[in-house]
């Protein structure tokens, strides 16, 4: 273990001195972007798993290694601190580094509770701080298109989506299938359609671990008239990672686990048309053409890691920033409350930007 890296002066050029803490299994990827970013000079790895951080100092001899936490947050020429802890533990290493004066980057979801996360919007409100959640599919590529297509209207009127994230694993022991793998949805759902759910039901089974659900099926109402359906689960014989999105001109379908054509649009859909004389009834059916726009090919991760350095830097709002994780969490719990009482629930959002 290398200690005594305190003695090294800030960065005075533009630079980011990161410290990413919890280096298990989504730490790693973090690590590697950063070392491959130019913005960030020196990074700190923490753990207190030993073993992990011996077995990324092999990948990274050059980097600095610490298991004491404590040694980060002393350490005031750290500019910002990157959290890919379990869930449990996000509050208190990132109110930790808020504190501290550490602008904080926090893993999906951003906390065990929405409490938590309008704590940690006021602490980083307080301290002019850069808080952001790592809602990596907004980063993305397909999913930035997306985005674009639906503002160009290419859509027409966005009826309803219907999403399904399911594979065979890997089940997580401190939270359920909802918490692992629906955040990916919601954040991107929220980003598209630039609003949050008004009404959420959802029914969900643990089949494997008692008390932990590793399937769930929810459905959301939108104020606008959009409807929408996430399925996800540890528990299929395939990975499946599909998006249908069906709109009053067009059609479309975004499959994360295609690498040749993600995003396709359909130039399909039905049109009604109004009786002129009694008995009369016309539906008018359209099938045109395929079409798969061209997309760029970065790594999302890179660039939402690109992006928080830069936010840091500049003091931008970043795209998923507190309160695009606090709509996420808002959510989840409110899924929470549909699985366990069997009923519909009523969502309440904070204002929605972005």
């Known amino acids: 273990m290398e200690r005594g890296f305190l003695s090294f002066p800030p960065g005075s050029d533009g630079s980011v001195d990161v410290a990413v803490v919890g280096c298990g299994y989504w730490g790693p990827n973090l690590v590697r972007n950063l070392v491959e970013n130019r913005t960030c000079r020196r990074i700190v790895c923490c753990d207190t798993d030993t073993d992990k951080l011996a077995r990324l100092s092999k990948r990274y001899p050059n980097l600095l290694y610490t298991s004491d936490y404590d040694e980060v947050l002393k350490d005031s020429t750290i500019d910002a601190v990157m959290v890919a802890t379990p869930v449990s533990t996000h509050y208190d290493v990132a109110s930790r580094a808020l504190a501290s004066g550490k602008h904080t980057f926090i893993e999906k979801p951003m906390t065990a509770t929405s409490e938590q996360s309008l704590k940690l919007m006021e602490k980083a409100a307080a301290g002019r701080l850069t ?13 930035i298109k997306i985005r674009e297509l639906i503002e160009a209207n290419e859509l027409g009127m966005v009826y309803y989506v219907s999403s399904v994230r399911v594979n065979l694993g890997l089940h997580q022991s401190d939270i359920s299938v909802v918490w692992d793998l629906a955040p990916h949805d919601l954040s991107m759902l929220f980003y598209w359609l630039k609003e949050s759910p008004s009404r959420v039901y959802a029914m969900g089974k643990a089949y494997v671990q008692k008390g932990i659900p590793d399937v769930a ?3 959301m109402e939108f104020d606008s008239g959009v409807i929408a359906h996430v399925q996800v689960s540890w528990l299929s014989p395939s990975k499946i990672r599909r998006t249908t999105i069906v709109g009053s001109g067009k059609m479309l379908i975004y499959d994360d686990t295609d690498h040749s054509e993600k995003v396709k649009l359909f130039d399909k859909g039905v049109d009604f048309s ?3 004389t009694f008995g009369e009834f016309q539906l008018s059916y359209r099938s045109g053409d395929i079409v798969s726009p061209k997309l760029a090919t970065y790594e999302p991760l890179q660039a939402e890691v690109e992006h928080f350095l830069h936010c840091v ?3 931008e709002r970043p795209r998923s920033d507190g309160a695009s994780g606090l709509r996420v969490v808002r959510v989840l719990e409110a899924v929470e409350r549909s699985m366990a009482n069997g009923c519909t629930v009523e969502c309440g959002q904070p204002e929605f930007i972005g």
């Open 217 to 219: 099926f929810i459905s």
């Open 274 to 276: 109004e009786p002129q």
């Open 313 to 315: 830097l500049s003091g």
């Open 131 to 143: 808080l952001m959640v790592g809602h990596t599919f907004e980063y993305s590529p397909p999913v």
